[in-house]
């Protein structure tokens, strides 16, 4: 179905707090403290062989003005030039280890993230939409690359270059210091300007740009619909609203951001004019020399550069943190509390009691009550909407239902947790084609299954024919950029995947509903394959596949209106037999009765 309603109305993923975002920030650190202190032990070092060179400059200086030696200056000179190369290995080390904690880090938590996705319940997903599932791990993640690897390894040793910059001014001279740290106040009241009102806009951005990208994906995935109601400017109008919401915030935290820099420079041009009156009066009382003073007007002035890197990449840091916060906020996404102990089904048969559920508050499924027996095959049918799949869905337990449950073999689902998929398999009608070879993509539920098996579940689905015309036979690279198969090819080979786990229940969503008539038969043929033996509940658009089934149960607004053999419904010619009248065009049950016609069940 496709969406109208404007992404940003969506209840999106949880973000985490500032504090969930340090605490989990930290024990990740703690994963890799010897590179975290390697990072650490050389930025302070490179910091180190930074000032060293400008300190021992102002001592050149007194050493020209009192007119030492030529040989006098050569130590200093060596010293100066040791330690500038000191400073460009140390500095250029911390930034490696920094960006190699920084990527390792950042390859958990995307790792973390992408398994939290997968097992986020189908409600949360939905309710969420793709697009801010898909920008979290995207776009979030691309954002903390960049920063990890651009912008905070020169931030981390800008930060050591200030301190031990301002510790050398303060050792020079404490009223130099002070004149010094004038700056720090001055920035500290920038950032109290600017924080608070960056991270908000950052923070709303980010939530921009997730939106707008849940508008153009659910336009272009409802394009058909969108082409067929003739709705394109609604959809247009939608994506250029949520563009147009991110593109305002862009320029709104740009406009922020130019305001803080112009308060950094102030602060950088005060500081130095204080530095160099304390230093005209500190050099006339005698109290310090006129090198002193200049080694610290240039400390101070060399720190000019790390202290725009720190304030310039503060936006690039501080989106850093918005993306990271809604990463770890995916990340602690709390399971639901694992079952007291994992259970095994003693028996196959499927209990559905009291089944209700609805989308956004509106009840599609209104209280059922069905039992599958172990070994029972059932046919689902019913007009379009009638609730089918979301019947279907729930039986799998891929939906929890609002109230009510599945049990399997006597066992609740939940109480199988995961070992669900060993029990109980779903294939719906979106069958999905992995990229990598077709054995491969078959061997997804049952990696240990092996060539032989390989070749017999696709024996019985009747799809050796064609997966030996393929040029590389099960190892043609099928998926996106490789082969493409047809939507009934694949739903053989999820059909296939069935009979390679081998669970005792199974559920068919729709799995025959795409095919011409020719392929209809195929992959009717491999649908019964793939339940015979096997307990199982058929989503049946097409009657003649309900018609094999030992039992039909048809669904009517949510609830189950009739159930029974294909004969014995015929026979009461009640709803059933009016779908099965206009399916098969049997004038002999009643010409009277089309009122099936178009509906979903006699396609
Ligand atoms: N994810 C969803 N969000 C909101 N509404 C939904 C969702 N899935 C289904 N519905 C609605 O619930 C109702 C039942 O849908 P369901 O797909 O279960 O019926 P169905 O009988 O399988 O229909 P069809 O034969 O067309 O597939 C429909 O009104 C449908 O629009």
Redesign the pocket.
């Known amino acids: ?1 496709t969406d109208l309603n404007p992404a940003t109305e969506r209840q999106l993923l949880p973000v985490a707090t500032a504090r969930e975002s340090w605490a989990w920030l930290g024990r990740a650190v703690r994963t890799r403290s010897a590179v975290a202190a390697a990072g650490v032990v050389t930025a302070a070092l490179g910091a180190a062989a930074t000032v060293l060179p400008v300190y021992m400059f102002g001592v050149l200086i007194d050493r020209v003005r009192e007119s030492a030696p030529i040989s006098a200056l050569g130590g200093i000179v060596v010293i100066i030039a040791v330690s500038a190369i000191a400073a460009g290995v140390f500095t250029g080390l911390a930034g490696y280890f920094v960006a190699v904690l920084g990527s390792t880090v950042l390859a958990r938590l995307r790792e973390a993230a992408v398994v939290r996705t997968l097992r986020l319940p ?1 409600r949360t997903v ?1 309710q969420a939409g793709k697009g801010d599932v898909l920008a979290r791990v995207g776009d979030d993640v691309a954002v903390i690359d960049k920063a990890v690897s651009e912008a905070v390894p020169p931030v981390i040793s800008a930060l050591f270059l200030v301190a031990v910059s301002l510790t050398t001014m303060v050792g020079i001279d404490w009223r130099l210091g002070l004149a010094g740290a004038i700056a720090v106040p001055m920035y500290t009241l920038a950032l109290r300007w600017y924080l608070p009102r960056s991270a908000p806009r950052y923070a709303a951005q980010r939530v921009a740009m997730g939106a707008r990208s849940q508008a153009l994906i659910s336009s272009i995935q409802g394009q058909r619909t969108v082409r067929a109601y003739g709705t394109e400017a609604v959809h247009r109008g939608l994506v250029d609203q949520a563009s147009d919401r991110a593109r305002l915030l862009g320029i709104d935290v740009f406009g922020i951001f130019a305001r803080f820099a112009s308060r950094g420079n102030r602060a950088e041009y005060v500081s130095l004019a204080c530095i160099l009156a304390a230093g005209f009066v500190l050099v006339d009382n005698g109290s310090v020399s006129v090198g002193q003073v200049t080694a610290a007007a240039l400390l101070f002035h060399q720190l000019f550069n790390p202290i725009a890197a720190i304030l310039f990449t503060f936006d690039e840091v501080q989106s850093a943190g918005a993306s990271l916060a809604r990463l770890v906020g995916v990340v602690s996404i709390r399971d639901a509390p694992p079952p007291a102990e994992v259970r095994t089904p003693t028996a196959a048969g499927l209990r559905m009691n009291g089944i209700r559920h ?3 508050g ?1 009840e ?2 209104h209280g059922i009550d069905l039992t599958i027996a172990p070994g029972e095959r059932i046919a689902l049918v ?12 729930i039986a799998a337990g891929s939906i929890t239902p609002d109230s009510g449950e599945v049990l399997l073999g006597g066992v609740p689902l939940a109480e199988l947790a995961g070992t669900i998929r060993d029990h109980l398999v779903i294939v719906t009608q979106e069958v999905h084609t992995f990229a990598g070879t077709l054995r491969d993509d078959l061997r997804l539920a049952a990696p240990h299954a092996d060539d032989r098996a390989v070749e017999l579940a696709l024996a019985s689905v009747g799809a050796t024919g064609w997966v030996r015309a393929l040029p590389a036979g099960v190892d043609t690279v099928v998926g996106e950029g490789g082969h493409r198969l047809t939507a009934a090819q694949a739903q053989q080979l999820a059909l296939a995947r069935v009979l390679l786990v081998d669970p005792a229940v199974v559920v068919l ?2 799995a025959t509903a795409e095919a011409g008539s020719a392929g209809a038969r195929d992959l009717e043929s491999a649908a019964a394959a793939a339940v015979a033996a096997r307990t199982s509940l058929v ?1 049946a ?1 097409r009657l003649t596949q309900a018609a094999t089934a030992d039992r039909i149960v048809v ?1 009517e607004h ?1 609830l189950v209106c009739e159930s029974g053999t294909h004969e014995e419904l015929v026979a009461a010619g009640g709803r059933y037999a009016r779908l099965w009248a206009t399916w098969s065009g049997d004038s002999a049950v009643g010409d009277s009765i089309r009122e099936g016609e178009g509906e ?1 069940g006699a396609e």
Do not use: F
């Open positions: 179905m189908m939905e609805g989308y956004d509106h599609v499924l019913g007009p379009t909407g009638s609730g089918k799949s979301t019947l279907a869905s969503d729709e989503v658009h669904l949510g979903n």
